[in-house]
């Protein structure tokens, strides 16, 4: 949670950052064009000088009946006008016929119409208006000046008043507040600039209005998950917000945010409103939430980016369950093969040992047991073979004498009977004793070799007594009932479910050669690859840690119903240690890997995943000051909108549930931010795609040798 939470907020600025870069450079763009039009403004009246020009004046600009002039004929189908081409012109009629306002008129007039279609790619319009009630207007499609009703006064309008010396004694471009235009009907907000003459008069004022239709749209619908985006003016007036768009719209653009009765979105505005700098991320813990902010320079609107931090631990939740979720699968698919091998290994060569122990004690020395096993088992039948042997040669030796010994006594006279007993009765103690004696040194050597393996199946001897001493009572009841099976055998066979035992009795058998040899070569790995005791700089080998990588993610390799196995062809170069965060590059390296299994086994770009899929590992030094390592796969590749969006932080093409969108972007960070390397690919559609990781070999801040 804390390494999200760190990210979190540096992606949340970022993305504000520039989310406010890109909303603001239009309200840049119209205050440096009214520098330039102003400048032009003032050149075109100083050429004009003390002319009256008075036909040309009457020649562009009729008089309407209403009391107003407009450069249009009254009573012609206003479709008529052509507002591609021209500006309409607006004269009040409370505007006097002087000479001083015809020059600034057709100053205004000639001045749009050549402004005008030159900026209307990003303007909806551009127009020039005087203090004295008129104005030319040029906006394509919307002939405002020919429509707009005689008694409208626009001195006293926000959008020209906000550039009187009142509201405006710094004489500066000025922003109005967000309005409804009703001839229109559109968002609109205006930016005015005055324009004085040299003895300070207020002669005209350049305006833009800008469209917020599709600024207010994208503002709402373009969030990140999770998310929302809210725009106000510093003086509480909200200007966008998800769930108030309809009170905005009802009340024209006047909805202040104080006034509202929402304690949470005026806690929002407190918060932002004591910001010191221009662009921060607010922890709001009374909301448990965090608010990204920036300044829309311009009309010096608020940006703010609300986002909730439940999101977080919905994120480390995921995490935390995938992670749970793949190690039950490895240590399920090493349990299994960890009885499949001490099964072959352990319990078949000791079920071989204990028949031949059976024929030895019944005289029989003709015995097979495999003595090329490659552990104690192995030298155990090797020398139980060879204590057989040796008791073989002294029976065949006693048996020998025991024949002279016959012979001998034949010939004797019955003198010598009593001897002759005498001898046999030491003959037959001989035997007992020599059987007894070599019983002694086989069952020493049997106790000797096996003292290995019985330490290491110790941790299961409580259920191989509870099986014995079940198989006992059932063998007493079978001496008692022999040889007819009776009810109360059956009875027992079916309670300690005799079948199950003979085929458990194997298994538990199986368990204990190298189950904890197994076990702690599972936590090995997995302590390779998390290298959770090491938190500092270490010099390591990066193989070993691609190695382990690749033991984790063996069940994925492998062959499975829908797709074919997926080989690793590895070209390991001769890589000195590198000094690293160990943990953080096994989890580039798994970040990596998994996507290029993920590639290969997920078609895309309406292509099937290969029949031969593979992925190839390169590492090598780079001019003796770092190391490469490449990882790449024979998939469908990317094109190049992926491509561009692919360290992006939230951005994932996997289906919902499967991804984040944070994988790349924090392997990104431990590779460039945390070593000093670089992380960079090379994909193409249809070639698969190829990640290079390049880190120095020592730290930089670390004194070598």
Not at 480 to 500: G, H, K, M, V
Request: hydrophobic content about 40%; glycine content about 6%.
């Amino acid at each position: 949670m804390s390494t999200l939470e760190t990210q979190t907020r540096e992606q949340l600025q970022k993305y504000v950052v520039e989310r406010g870069k890109r909303e603001e450079s239009l309200f840049k763009l119209a205050e440096d064009n009214h520098k330039t039009l102003k400048q032009a403004l003032l050149k075109r009246l100083e050429k004009l000088d003390n002319l009256d020009p008075r036909d040309q004046f009457n020649q562009l600009f009729y008089l309407w009946s209403d009391g107003t002039r407009r450069n249009f004929q009254q009573n012609q189908p206003v479709k008529q006008f052509d507002t591609e081409q021209y500006p309409s012109v607006f004269i009040g009629k409370q505007a006097p016929n002087t000479a001083d306002i015809r020059r600034r008129m057709l100053a205004f007039y000639e001045l749009t119409k050549s402004y005008g279609p030159a900026w209307r790619n990003r303007f909806v319009d551009t127009y020039i208006m005087g203090p004295e009630n008129y104005v030319a207007n040029y906006w394509p499609n919307v002939p405002w000046g020919i429509e707009a009703k005689a008694d409208i006064f626009m001195p006293n309008e926000e959008y020209f008043y906000v550039s009187d010396k009142k509201h405006n004694p710094l004489r500066e471009t000025m922003w109005t507040g967000l309005y409804f235009d009703t001839v229109p009907k559109l968002w609109m907000v205006s930016v005015e600039t005055p324009v004085d003459d040299r003895q300070g008069n207020h002669i005209a004022t350049i305006g833009h209005d800008i469209i917020l239709n599709e600024l207010m749209e994208r503002t709402v619908n373009d969030h990140l998950h999770g998310t929302y985006n809210v725009i106000f003016r510093s003086d509480g007036r909200l200007i966008v917000h998800p769930d108030y768009m309809a009170q905005i719209q009802r009340k024209l653009g006047q909805f202040n945010i104080l006034e509202s009765g929402d304690a949470h979105l005026q806690r929002i505005f407190h918060a932002v409103k004591t910001l010191q700098s221009e662009t921060v991320v607010i922890d709001n813990s009374n909301d448990d939430e965090y608010l990204t902010v920036t300044k829309l320079n311009g009309p010096d609107w608020y940006f703010v980016t609300v986002y909730p931090k439940s999101l977080l631990s919905e994120i480390a939740a995921n995490n935390a369950r995938f992670v749970l979720y793949i190690g039950l699968i490895a240590l399920l698919l090493e349990i299994l093969l960890l009885f499949s091998v001490l099964y072959k290994q352990v319990a078949i060569p000791l079920n071989k040992l204990l028949i031949a122990t059976d024929r030895v004690s019944q005289g029989n020395f003709n015995i097979d047991l495999n003595t090329k096993l490659p552990n104690e088992l192995g030298l155990l039948a090797t020398s139980f073979i060879n204590m057989a042997s040796q008791l073989y040669e002294s029976f065949m030796l006693l048996e020998k004498s025991n024949e002279e010994l016959e012979v001998r006594v034949q010939h004797r006279t019955a003198e010598l009977s009593q001897v002759l007993q005498d001898l046999q009765q030491t003959q037959s103690q001989l035997i007992q004793t020599e059987k007894m004696s070599s019983l002694g040194h086989l069952v020493a050597g049997v106790a000797h070799e096996i003292n290995n393996p019985v330490n290491f199946i110790h941790g299961n001897l409580t259920h191989v007594d509870s099986y014995t001493q079940d198989l006992l009572l059932l063998i007493d009841l079978y001496q008692q009932q022999y040889p007819n099976s009776t009810a109360t055998i059956q009875t027992a066979i079916e309670t300690i479910d005799l079948e199950f035992l003979k085929h458990d009795f194997p298994k538990l058998l199986s368990s204990m050669k190298v189950g904890t040899g197994r076990i702690q070569g599972i936590v090995q790995s997995l302590r390779n690859f998390s290298r959770l005791d090491e938190a500092e700089f270490k010099a390591v080998d990066v193989h070993e840690g691609i190695e382990s990588t690749l033991l984790i993610l063996q069940n994925r390799l492998k062959a499975q119903q829908d797709f074919a196995e997926i080989a690793v062809i590895k070209d390991y170069g001769q890589l000195p240690p590198v000094e690293c965060y160990p943990g953080q590059l096994n989890q580039v390296f798994m970040n990596l890997l998994t996507n290029a299994i993920d590639a290969l086994k997920t078609s895309a770009f309406n292509q099937q995943p290969p029949t031969n899929p593979t992925i190839c590992i390169v590492t090598q030094v780079l001019a003796e000051k770092a190391i490469s390592i490449h990882i790449s796969d024979n998939g469908s590749g990317m094109d190049e909108t992926v491509q561009a969006k692919l360290f992006d932080p939230f951005f994932t093409t996997k289906p919902v549930g499967k991804g984040t969108g944070l994988g790349l972007s924090i392997s990104y960070q431990i590779v460039v931010s945390n070593h000093g390397g670089k992380l960079y690919f090379h994909s193409a559609l249809g070639q698969g795609t190829e990640f290079v990781i390049e880190i120095p070999i020592y730290q930089p801040d670390r004194n070598h040798l």
